[in-house]
């Protein structure tokens, strides 16, 4: 793919790129390829970074070409995208430049018809009827592309977890306020919040992994591949101590005696992964309890029992890493891991463990998708951001002969309640609060909404329908 090119020790921008592409340096055996400076007339008011022409035996194709600076899923499929659906100049091929190009996204380009090349060695060139190259393998040298080397590891991996937790965000802020919020070490031991910076390197490259979009909203996209990933990346906490013990108590009175120290002495702990399985999916386990904790000398001093590996029930694991107290949730008289944490630990074990992280896997997109419908229909239970709601009305033909109406209310109220309900037969969402409109109080049927006892006065109100004009 080389002819003596420098060794290339950054993300090459794409003038640089492309300076390559000219110079002649940039090759696909037994391909020659050759920049076309002077066809600008073919480029026309047409957008490419670059004409090519690719020559084999005596065989001769011209390329319009789209190159790419980053080698994300992202930039690979806005360039596909792009080839897709743009213009060519006539008698020319589409043709997509990275510096890396996988093995999948060749087959891909390959399956649409369009040619691609990157500076590793890999490139498919298909021109039917004249000739059809694929050569992949080749390793990528620009592998350290991305902003943050790794937001799928360690304290970074928290921003996608808290995706798996709720699908949709208004703004950054309040990801990270999400994110310090559900860690218990920050809560509970004074650990250092996460910043604002580290969320937006995090949300920037999950963007471009196409895991989440940052339009109207900050949404999860592809939960599957975000489980996928942190699963790839995960690494085992830091452990500075561990310690088996046998304490004469019973599992529940054990766990509850637990709880009682980590309060009286404000050290929070939670079960690891491996033990809090129980809690979301259907696994036989032994009898040890395995407890996260960041003092253990702490715990040790008020627990009776004795340090043993023969028959242990409980074990102590010192560990500051953050991410194995996030999200803990504290169910009946203990704090458990968290549904992502269990699946991670469970995927990293062997195939009995992994086939029962399916279990838990198929609990957290369950859950996610629970909590998708409930923020469409917000309760009481879920506080609402201020938003401007259209309530459009429509009268009975006896009063405004089937006249439309509407207005535009913003309003900020803690508890309001959305969703289909039935007066008289017909579907309506009754307001939260008491609402005029031309002096008339909107007012639900007495039978259904007891808050609301006055009857309608005047106004046969067949139904409404809330309109939001942002997103919750």
């Known amino acids: 793919m080389f002819k003596k090119m420098e060794k290339i020790r950054k993300m090459p921008t794409e003038r640089e790129m492309l300076n390559q592409l000219r110079s002649g340096k940039v090759s696909l055996p037994p391909l020659s390829l050759r920049f076309l400076e002077g066809d600008q007339k073919a480029r026309g008011n047409l957008r490419f970074d670059a004409l090519v022409e690719a020559s084999w035996r005596g065989s001769i194709a011209k390329f319009a070409v789209e190159c790419k600076s980053l080698s994300t899923p992202k930039a690979f499929r806005d360039g596909l995208n792009l080839l897709r659906t743009s213009s060519l100049p006539k008698s020319y091929q589409p043709l997509l430049f990275l510096p890396f190009l996988s093995e999948r996204q060749l087959k891909e380009l390959e399956g649409e018809g369009i040619s691609g090349i990157d500076l590793c060695g890999n490139g498919v060139v298909v021109v039917p009827g004249m000739f059809a190259i694929f050569r992949s393998g080749g390793k990528n040298r620009f592998s350290s592309s991305a902003p943050i080397k790794n937001i799928y590891r360690k304290n970074s991996s928290m921003v996608g977890r808290v995706f798996l937790l709720r699908s949709g965000y208004d703004t950054v802020q309040e990801i990270c306020a999400e994110i310090n919020r559900r860690n218990l070490l920050v809560n509970r031991w004074d650990k250092r919040p996460m910043s604002l910076s580290t969320v937006s390197k995090s949300l920037k490259t999950l963007e471009e992994d196409l895991i989440v979009d940052r339009n109207d909203i900050i949404?999860?996209?592809?939960?599957?591949?975000?489980?996928?990933?942190?699963?790839?990346?995960?690494?085992?906490?830091?452990?500075?101590?561990?310690?088996?013990?046998?304490?004469?108590?019973?599992?529940?009175?054990?766990?509850?005696?637990?709880?009682?120290?980590?309060?009286?002495?404000?050290?929070?702990?939670?079960?690891?992964?491996?033990?809090?399985?129980?809690?979301?999916?259907?696994?036989?386990?032994?009898?040890?309890?395995?407890?996260?904790?960041?003092?253990?000398?702490?715990?040790?001093?008020?627990?009776?029992?004795?340090?043993?590996d023969r028959f242990p029930n409980l074990e102590l694991v010192e560990t500051e890493d953050e991410t194995v107290y996030f999200d803990g949730r504290q169910e009946g008289n203990f704090w458990w891991a968290s549904p992502v944490q269990v699946y991670?630990?469970?995927?990293?074990?062997?195939?009995?463990?992994?086939?029962?992280?399916?279990?838990?896997?198929?609990?957290?997109?369950?859950?996610?998708?629970?909590?998708?419908?409930?923020?469409?229909?917000?309760?009481?239970k879920h506080r609402c951001s201020t938003f401007s709601m259209k309530w459009k009305v429509r009268m009975s033909n006896s009063l405004l002969a089937g006249a439309s109406a509407s207005i535009s209310r913003p309003s900020t109220c803690r508890d309001r309640v959305f969703g289909h309900f039935c007066t008289n037969g017909l579907n309506h969402v009754p307001p939260t609060t008491s609402t005029c409109f031309s002096g008339q109080n909107y007012l639900s049927n007495q039978r259904n909404w007891s808050p609301w006892r006055k009857p309608l006065q005047g106004l046969d109100i067949r139904w409404f329908q809330a309109l939001r004009n942002t997103s919750l």
Do not use: H, W
Not at 227 to 247: F, G, H, T
Not at 263 to 285: C, H, I, K, Y
Not at 353 to 369: C, R, W
């Open 344 to 380: 991670l630990e469970l995927m990293a074990g062997d195939k009995r463990d992994q086939e029962t992280a399916e279990q838990v896997k198929s609990y957290i997109i369950k859950n996610l998708q629970t909590a998708q419908q409930r923020s469409q229909y917000p309760t009481s």
């Open 219 to 308: 949404r999860l996209l592809q939960p599957d591949k975000l489980l996928e990933k942190l699963s790839e990346n995960y690494a085992p906490p830091n452990i500075k101590e561990r310690v088996r013990l046998k304490v004469q108590e019973e599992s529940g009175k054990l766990r509850q005696m637990l709880l009682k120290q980590s309060q009286e002495l404000s050290l929070p702990l939670v079960a690891a992964g491996t033990s809090s399985v129980g809690q979301f999916a259907v696994m036989q386990r032994g009898d040890l309890l395995s407890v996260y904790c960041p003092r253990l000398e702490m715990m040790l001093e008020r627990l009776s029992g004795s340090q043993s």
